[in-house]
């Protein structure tokens, strides 16, 4: 879902580093309209809904960046990708940015030449299980069949996981989120083993998700967010910037509901006012008009409104904030100041 080989690191770079000299931001103005790359279909995070909308936690990544560009959240053109084309379409300039459940690593950023803006979701590595295995551990796995996407470094966490603990398992290769469910509940493997964050979004589209147990490992770091080419760094502050404002409107209090009344009042906190461009000039610096960021947090709300309407505990797929409330209130979410 995130975590792709590093085939073809080479082409890939070489891609990347012709496209980005194009200037992204010019190209998007021009175009009119956001290319974002999205997974095939992750509910709660990106997926269309019955009637081929786009909805989710990353979905609204895609629009807030839209609504900051170009002043339109639907100006966006979604492209789904796997885990084996996501870097391709995006060094090729196919797509503008990523925004499809991809883990910060160091060789995705200095081999294959892309720049991480931000984390939007700390996660980790996780297994799903039948509740009728009678299960309570992943060191009980001994033998078991796993169900895994192909080309990615999933693969490679797995394989850590059960040589340390001296047991065996055996691999089920799977393309897409999709298939993986299909195979799962067919039987044909096991366990599924994915992002946390994934086998909850997973689990809550299940006829009875009861039947499904999370156990309790998690056996990797996955700080999972948005992406661009290297050499673009216009474009990089932009999507950047971006995720920042809708970080920094949830610490401020600025929602989606308010924020008109906000960006009108000029009120007495100097850093709402720069963050929504009645004072200062923090969007000339980007490019943007200077209401750039209530556009963008206009979109879909802030980043905690973003999260608790697509994935928090009051969804299906239910999950707390954790490690990703604000630094506030003994999370890691944290943006830098907008000064």
Request: hydrophobic share 40%.
């Amino acid at each position: 879902m995130k975590k792709s080989v590093f085939f073809g690191a080479l082409t890939v770079a070489g891609l990347g580093a012709g496209v980005a000299a194009a200037g992204t931001l010019d190209d998007v103005k021009a175009r009119g309209k956001l290319n974002c790359g999205v997974t095939t279909g992750l509910v709660g995070f990106a997926a269309p809904d019955a009637n081929g909308v786009w909805e989710g936690f990353d979905v609204g990544v895609c629009r807030a960046v839209a609504a900051a560009v170009l002043g339109d959240a639907s100006a966006v053109e979604f492209v789904p990708t796997t885990g084996k084309t996501r870097f391709t379409a995006l060094a090729s300039g196919e797509i503008d940015m990523l925004a499809r459940n991809t883990t910060w690593t160091f060789s995705r950023d200095v081999d294959l030449k892309f720049t991480f803006v931000g984390v939007n979701y700390y996660d980790g590595q996780g297994f799903m299980v039948p509740k009728e295995l009678g299960v309570s551990s992943a060191k009980e796995l001994d033998g078991a069949t796993v169900c895994i996407q192909t080309g990615t470094t999933t693969e490679l966490n797995l394989a850590d996981f059960f040589r340390a603990n001296n047991i065996s398992y055996e691999p089920v290769p799977i393309e897409t989120n999709a298939e993986a469910q299909q195979q799962y509940l067919a039987g044909a493997c096991d366990v599924y083993t994915t992002d946390a964050s994934g086998l909850a979004a997973t689990r809550a589209t299940f006829e009875d998700p009861s039947a499904h147990v999370l156990l309790p490992e998690i056996i990797s770091k996955e700080p999972l967010g948005p992406l661009v080419r290297h050499g673009d760094d216009e474009w990089g502050d932009v999507v950047r910037w971006t995720l920042n404002a809708l970080i920094t409107a949830e610490e401020l209090g600025v929602t989606s509901t308010n924020i008109g009344d906000m960006a009108s009042a000029a009120g007495g906190n100097p850093e709402v006012n720069r963050l929504l461009g009645t004072e200062g000039n923090l969007g000339e610096m980007l490019g943007l008009p200077a209401d750039w960021a209530v556009k963008a947090i206009s979109a879909g709300g802030n980043y905690g409104e973003l999260f608790e309407g697509n994935i928090g505990e009051s969804t299906p797929i239910g999950l707390a904030r954790g490690l990703n409330a604000q630094w506030t209130n003994g999370g890691l979410i944290y943006s830098p100041p907008f000064r």
